[in-house]
């Protein structure tokens, strides 16, 4: 605790912050993806907007990819 607690008045990062904010942007991130895709599966496939949807998708999918290798970087 005491080490913690040192970090953080040092204004480094430790562990457990990096833990929760993966936490917090993945809890964030699986509302957007739930979001999206319920969105795709009601558009038809010519309409306007599935080209921009199926884009954020795809950079939602690449922001969990992204935090799961920091999780994984342990």
């Keep these: 605790m005491q080490e913690t607690e040192s970090a953080q008045s040092a204004g480094e990062t430790t562990d457990f912050d990096r833990d929760r904010l993966v936490h917090d942007l993945n809890n964030v991130l699986a509302s957007m993806l739930a979001n999206l895709h319920l969105a795709l599966a009601r558009l038809e496939n010519d309409h306007k ?8 998708n795809r950079s939602a999918v690449r922001m969990r990819d992204l935090l799961q290798s920091i999780s994984d970087s342990r």
């Design 49 to 56: 907007a599935r080209e921009r949807i199926e884009a954020a």
